[in-house]
T-cell receptor, first 113, second 117 residues
Framework: DSGVTQTPKHLITATGQRVTLRCSPR?????VYWYQQSLDQGLQFLIQ???????AKGNILERFSAQQFPDLHSELNLSSLELGDSALYFC????????????FGPGTRLTVL | AQKVTQAQTEISVVEKEDVTLDCVYE???????LFWYKQPPSGELVFLIR??????QNEISGRYSWNFQKSTSSFNFTITASQVVDSAVYFC??????????????FGKGTKLTVNP
């Protein structure tokens, strides 16, 4: 158990809908990262927050957004969902920014029908 | 941009065999970190090791060992006396600095290891 929690574990929804994925980092970690794992793209970095501030953006679609709250939990919002958004979404956390080890949560499997 | 190549898509071995998973990386950074993660069938990503680019010493942890060679830009992972529980997808990753001064991980495509009894 990495100490990073993600809810829900599974999510099934329809095209055009909006969903919110939630992540709680390890106790004391200030940095949260979101990654998407799909069969065709592999594991890709989406976005990072540090202590409530956005720090880095990767291949994140404009339909997707995220935030980190004062209690350090983070939410990833996915809207106008398409079939191609079906994937495993991971949250990771690290103590600080920089090259600290990122510990991953169990992931949320999103299926868009 | 950084790149990680895991040329072996799938490997199948019989229990107790040794197996080496290859990882080759590309980076222009002089300071970087390399990682290995394990993804068992249950789906979570489990951290195995982090290695600093300045530390080329090989590392051993139980049945796991890692060979880092800067000259060939490789960071290979060996499992000795493999067990069925080692069956998983293994990912090699490289840290990449972002514009915000942070780091993100660039992952290889992964190697699926199947250990048969």
């Amino acid at each position: 158990d990495s100490g990073v929690t993600q809810t829900p574990k599974h999510l099934i929804t329809a095209t055009g809908q909006r969903v919110t994925l939630r992540c709680s980092p390890r106790s004391g970690d200030l940095s949260v990262y979101w990654y998407q794992q799909s069969l065709d793209q592999g594991l890709q970095f989406l976005i990072q927050y540090y202590n409530g501030e956005e720090r880095a953006k990767g291949n994140i679609l404009e339909r997707f957004s995220a935030q980190q709250f004062p209690d350090l939990h983070s939410e990833l919002n996915l809207s106008s969902l398409e079939l191609g958004d079906s994937a495993l979404y991971f949250c990771a956390s690290s103590a600080r920014e920089g090259t600290d080890t990122q510990y991953f949560g169990p992931g949320t499997r999103l299926t868009v029908l | 941009a950084q790149k990680v190549t895991q040329a072996q898509t799938e490997i199948s071995v019989v229990e107790k065999e040794d197996v080496t998973l290859d990882c080759v990386y590309e980076t222009r950074d002089t300071t970087y970190y390399l990682f290995w993660y394990k993804q068992p069938p249950s789906g979570e990503l489990v951290f195995l090791i982090r290695r600093n680019s300045f530390d080329e010493q090989n590392e051993i942890s139980g049945r796991y060992s890692w060979n880092f060679q800067k000259s060939t830009s490789s960071f290979n992972f060996t499992i000795t006396a493999s067990q069925v529980v080692d069956s998983a997808v293994y990912f090699c990753a490289l840290s990449e600095a972002t514009q915000g001064g942070s780091e993100k991980l660039v992952f290889g495509k992964g190697t699926k290891l199947t250990v048969n009894p």
